[in-house]
């Protein structure tokens, strides 16, 4: 498949089969992901990838923190769909930013535009991997809904730093219409 068509044809897949994702498989997106480029060549992704047995727990540890997070007041979204993807696609891999520690922390600026390049460069990763995935016939959701559960997920999944994203993986089980987009008019000004 060429680049342009897995752009093209890439959608946020929300059903998975049952099939499983071998771990070579994931390797290699996670390879793809690494080839991503990164300001100052710094590669501040980690990624931590879930599978088989753990899903369960995951799901439990997420619905938790989203408990926690509504007895704050706040609203869900959409994070009661999105924790049963995860529960149910066959990997999640959670990718977080080996720069900046996670929580509670004042940032300096420095941190600031430094985390904002660093979440550039892990958005790219990202990406990349969502296409190889797509060049490789598996579905993905990009799921930032994971932010419900924050401190939750970060403590189970022993990690201590920024939480970017999940990704949810599998076979597809659905082939999604393209979603609208705003045409290039809409979003550029030419000088
Ligand atoms: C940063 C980011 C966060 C997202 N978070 C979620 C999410 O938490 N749950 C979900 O169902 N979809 C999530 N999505 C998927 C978007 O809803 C989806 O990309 C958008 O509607 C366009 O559809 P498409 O991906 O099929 O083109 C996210 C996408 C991005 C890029």
Known sequence: MQTLEAIA?????????????????????????????????????????????????????????MEATKAHGQDLGSSPWSVQIME???????????????????????????????VQSIGAAIQNLLLAATDMGLGTLWICDVFYAYVELCAWLGEPHQLIAAVAIGHPAEEPKARPRKTVE??????
Not at 10 to 33: C, G, M, N, Q, Y
Not at 45 to 51: D, I, L
Not at 88 to 113: G, K, M, Q
Request: proline share 5%; no cysteine.
């Open 9 to 65: 044809q890439r959608r946020s897949i929300r059903k998975f089969t049952d099939a499983p994702v071998a771990d070579e498989t994931i390797r290699e997106l996670l390879h793809a992901a690494t080839l991503a480029p990164s300001g100052k060549n710094r590669q501040p992704w980690r990624f931590v990838v879930v599978r088989g047995e753990k899903r369960a727990e995951m799901a439990q540890v997420m619905r938790a923190g």
């Open 88 to 118: 149910y696609a066959p990997v999640t891999i959670f990718v977080f930013n080996d720069a900046l520690e996670s929580v509670d922390e004042p940032y300096s600026i420095y941190d600031l535009v430094g985390n904002s390049v660093d």
């Open 186 to 191: 809409e979003v550029t000004r030419w000088l």
